[in-house]
């Protein structure tokens, strides 16, 4: 089956193969043909073989492999079955594995997803990816932060609110994963849902005038701050913390009511071939002690955002996915230079 082409289906404007698209140029032909080929790689690479035994559940992961391994191993102690994960690429975050979900809908390869973000899981059960019944779920959170460099900012020199990244004393010096992707693409979309969309329109115009470094990945955000590259940068708080552990000079402003909670997700596929284990696993995954030890290893903030000190941003869902062709076109326009 041919796989969907990035620019096609969740990365693009369109779910569907369009013949009609013009060919990328630019910047954005080399985002796409690096996405291509990391997606490419984790269809080849990584395929699971249908010959797994009914004690083992294939998973696609977005989560990190480093906070993801331990649990698979202690639902592995504790159950006898074998966990063949695969896990995405920086660069794609969530996208790639997306994508093959909808490209093996008719002939399933995996049991189970475990998003990162809630924008792609939604998106997916959506087109149907996910089975009928108690398909989805959510748990744990981590947020959306502003993360400045300690060296040259304070909390009180940083800017407070999302708009004061237009001004012109920030200017190449923020730094940005691409908005198309990620929990990156779910930010940029809540925030035209929660100003308008005129607004919106300026404010991400404005920020690509002030020239933000664009990078691969959310971690790429916090480690070029921390080397100074950049003097503040949108990333998650996962980040953040791997970047404090690495003793980097990074440090997260606080929540405010533009901060985006990021909840991790678990799913069981449509048609999972080994469908008992799916569930086990789908069970383990939501026990309030996976996601404390998720916490406690920084990759989560909290088992709810009502932890939170303000509350986070509304997103209606069904809204921002609807919009979601429309917001994606238009940030290929702003920031694909």
């Not at 779910?186 to 329109?201: E, G, I, K, S, V």
């Not at 080994?274 to 030890?293: D, I, M, S, T």
């Not at 509350?311 to 809204?319: E, G, R, S």
Request: aromatic share 8%.
């Amino acid at each position: 089956m041919k796989q969907p082409a990035v620019g096609e289906a969740f990365g693009g404007s369109g779910w569907a193969t369009n013949p009609s698209r013009p060919a990328l140029s630019g910047a954005r032909a080399m985002v796409a043909a690096s996405v291509g080929v990391c997606l490419s790689l984790l269809l080849s690479a990584c395929s699971p073989k249908n010959s797994a035994s009914p004690g083992e559940v294939v998973i696609y992961c977005a989560q990190d492999q480093f906070y993801a391994e331990p649990i698979f191993k202690e639902f592995e102690q504790e159950t006898g079955i074998k966990v063949r994960a695969v896990y995405d690429n920086e660069a794609v975050k969530t996208v790639g594995l997306a994508n093959r979900l909808l490209a093996e809908r008719s002939h399933p390869q995996c049991d189970v997803f475990w998003g990162n973000e809630e924008m792609r899981t939604r998106q997916l059960a959506a087109a149907g990816a996910f089975r009928a019944t108690n398909g989805w779920c959510s748990f744990g959170f981590r947020t959306r932060r502003l993360v400045i460099n300690t060296n040259h900012l304070s909390q009180a020199s940083a800017p407070r609110a999302l708009m004061e990244l237009t001004n012109a004393v920030w200017k190449e010096k923020i730094a940005i994963a691409y908005p198309q992707f990620g929990t990156t693409a779910a930010y940029f979309n809540a925030l035209r849902q929660h100003w308008d969309d005129t607004l919106w329109q300026q404010w991400c115009r404005a920020v690509a005038a002030n020239k933000p470094l664009l990078v691969d990945g959310n971690s790429v955000v916090v480690k070029m701050v921390g080397q100074g590259e950049a003097w503040i940068g949108l990333t998650d708080s996962d980040d953040i913390a791997a970047g404090q552990r690495e003793g980097l000079p990074v440090a997260a402003l606080p929540v405010t009511a533009e901060t985006l909670a990021i909840p991790n997700t678990v799913a069981v596929i449509r048609g999972a071939p080994h469908p008992a284990p799916a569930q086990r696993l789908f069970e383990y995954l939501q026990r309030p002690a996976v996601a404390g030890k998720l916490v406690s290893a920084k990759a989560l903030e909290g088992l709810s955002p009502s932890e939170l000190p303000t509350a986070p941003l509304a997103v209606n869902w069904t809204n921002l996915l609807s919009d979601l062709e429309t917001t994606t076109a238009e940030l290929n326009r702003i920031f694909l230079r």
